[in-house]
């Protein structure tokens, strides 16, 4: 009987490196010919390849710099114009590794959100936002939940959410941000 297991949790035998890349195209099948590029050009270890909403296409891929930026641009010449956006992280915060896997839960001090069209911009002003300031990540909304847009929450004292802010709205790109808000002392189930 063939494996059924989604393609998101293969495990492919490659080790994790320190290179983050991501793919989000508005074409599922164009995706899946993407992904089949990506892994043919070089040895990445894929940790998400699937469809999310709205009928766009998700690739996550990591490895060493080298391989990740070949695997990447391989990836987006198949794609060609169902490219939405991209990503490549050569050395990711860790806070934002650990918040792709799931939730973090620090203490909440102050609360802030940047909202983007894409999730590859989300990823790319969360790296920004925690590599610039003393933010601490706590999650990241995306696709499924937001229509394909997504959302990064962080927490910290009112003048780094202000910088952090500031340096997630540069790095998202032009014409990606869809809004981002600051609250200085959330109640507790603003977070919750």
């Keep these: 009987m063939p494996d059924r297991t989604p393609a998101s949790t293969l495990n492919t035998g490659i080790p994790a490196g320190p290179a983050l890349g991501v793919l989000e195209l508005c074409a599922v099948s164009r995706g899946l010919l993407a ?6 050009k070089a040895p990445v270890h894929v940790v998400e ?3 999310i909403m709205p009928g766009k296409y998700l690739l996550r891929l990591n490895g060493g710099v ?4 070949e695997a990447l641009d391989a990836a987006r010449r198949v794609a060609g114009d169902t490219v939405v956006d991209h990503v490549l992280l050569p050395f ?3 806070q934002l590794v650990e918040t792709l896997a799931g939730p ?3 203490s909440i001090d102050g609360l802030a959100v940047v909202e983007t069209y894409s999730i590859a911009a989300a990823i790319r002003a969360a790296d920004a936002a925690l590599k610039a300031t003393a933010v601490e990540a706590l999650r990241l909304d ?6 394909g847009k997504a ?5 910290g004292p009112l003048h780094d959410l202000e910088a952090a802010i500031e340096r997630a709205l ?6 990606l941000l869809v809004g981002h808000e600051i609250i200085p002392n959330p109640h507790p189930q603003t977070h919750a």
Aim: glycine share 12%; no cysteine; net charge negative.
């Design 151 to 155: 959302a990064f929450y962080f927490t």
């Design 66 to 69: 080298d391989e990740v930026a």
């Design 92 to 94: 990711p915060h860790d």
């Design 49 to 51: 390849a699937a469809a």
């Design 170 to 175: 540069s790095a998202a790109g032009p014409g």
């Design 142 to 147: 995306r696709g499924m939940v937001l229509g």
């Design 35 to 40: 992904l089949d590029a990506a892994v043919k």
């Design 104 to 106: 973090r839960t620090p």
